[in-house]
Nanobody, 124 residues
């Protein structure tokens, strides 16, 4: 059974930083792309960042470029999202996702398994 468990969310002031982690069990992630998405209150789920199976390729949404960085440690079956210079508009539930294959995509439909989400709240 494949499970993804996110951690690292919380309440932070604007300008602060958080590092999200997502640990995968039940599957070796080294051949799969992974992604991060977020869902603000009352809105749909949006793409945040994605990374190829090897970590050699990444993509970040325009709204987070230069502030967020996705990375992965395949030996630990873990993907990370380093979030710096946080803004109140970054407030959302953040979800990690495991792709169907090695290439990364920016659409939720390209991902096979999802975590339960972790809340990030940025106060002004």
């Amino acid at each position: 059974q494949v499970q993804l468990v996110e951690s690292g969310g919380g309440l932070v002031q604007a300008g602060g930083s958080l590092r999200l982690s997502c640990v995968v069990s039940g599957r070796t992630v080294g051949t799969y792309a992974m992604g991060w998405f977020r869902q603000p209150p009352g809105k749909e789920r949006y793409f945040v960042a994605a990374i190829s199976h090897s970590g050699g390729g990444t993509s970040h949404a325009e709204s987070v470029k230069g502030r967020f960085t996705i990375s992965r440690d395949n030996a630990k079956n873990t993907v990370y999202l380093q979030m710096n210079s946080l803004k109140p508009e970054d407030t959302a539930v953040y979800y990690c996702a495991l792709g169907y294959g090695s290439a990364y995509y920016e659409t939720p439909q390209s991902y096979d398994y999802w975590g339960q989400g972790t809340q990030v709240t940025v106060s002004s």
